[in-house]
């Protein structure tokens, strides 16, 4: 009964390779997001997708490319990658327009290590 | 821009003493949010704040926000081993905000010594 699954749970790769990470929620939500944890448990908001449509997209090299084909499903595609891209990703998702704010529900994370 | 600070950003307690986390923003919030992070593990939702001068119980856990809603904390007492783990406070902001956006703090990581 997962809520948010995301794959893999660990992925190491090197340099310059692509790869894509995987997340679903089967909580009914409407907004997914992908968070980026550094190694000083930082938690940076990278995207935000509400009912398939992009709303919010900070500064995040082009070569990390959101895709989310239905509202269950975010899935994150990296070019490109480089070492600095190594940290712990986090797909989460909550139901907007919920009266006082929409606590996130957090996937397990996927640890990516770029070698 | 909208900015959530969080201290102290280290908590090393012996097991049994009180343990607090402080969260301030630059802006008046809508609502508060704190999680619990246990290590190797992912943030998992505590609880939410949303009326001035609340005050919530989980516990041995109370949560307060801020007359002005601009603050938080969290205030652990007789901290227990279990409770290691980083807690984050997320704002979310009453303007300019983007649909269902929230405001992390950097967090506070906490040890507790048996």
């Known amino acids: 009964d997962t809520a948010v699954s995301q794959t893999p749970k660990y992925l190491v790769t090197q340099m310059g390779n692509d790869k894509s990470i995987k997340c679903e929620q089967n909580l009914g939500h409407d907004t997914m997001y992908w968070y980026k944890q550094d190694s000083k448990k930082f938690l940076k908001i990278m995207f935000s997708?509400?009912?398939?449509?992009?709303?919010i997209n900070e500064t995040v090299p082009n070569r990390f490319s959101p895709k989310s084909p239905d509202k269950a499903h975010l899935n994150l595609h990296i070019n490109s990658l480089e070492l600095g891209d190594s940290a712990v990703y986090f797909c989460?998702?909550?139901?907007?327009?919920?009266?006082?704010?929409?606590?996130?529900?957090f996937g397990n994370g996927t640890r990516l290590t770029v070698t | 821009g909208q900015q959530v600070m969080q201290i102290p950003q280290y908590q090393h307690v012996q097991e049994g003493e009180d343990f607090t986390t402080y969260c301030n923003s630059s802006?008046?919030?809508?609502?508060i949010q704190w999680y619990k992070q246990r290590p190797g593990g992912h943030p998992v939702f505590l609880i939410q704040?949303?009326?001035?001068?609340e005050v919530k119980k989980q516990k041995r856990l109370t949560f307060q926000f801020g007359e002005a809603k601009k603050n938080s904390s969290l205030h652990i007492t007789a901290t227990q081993t279990t409770d290691v783990g980083t807690y984050f406070c997320?704002?979310?902001?009453?303007?300019?905000?983007?649909?269902?956006?929230?405001?992390f703090g950097r967090g506070t990581q906490l040890t507790v010594w048996p």
């Open positions: 997708y509400n009912n398939k449509e992009l709303i």
């Open positions: 989460a998702s909550s139901q907007a327009g919920t009266p006082g704010g929409s606590p996130l529900h």
């Open positions: 802006t008046t919030l809508s609502n």
């Open positions: 997320a704002g979310q902001a009453t303007r300019g905000s983007t649909l269902g956006r929230l405001y």
């Open positions: 704040l949303v009326k001035s001068g």
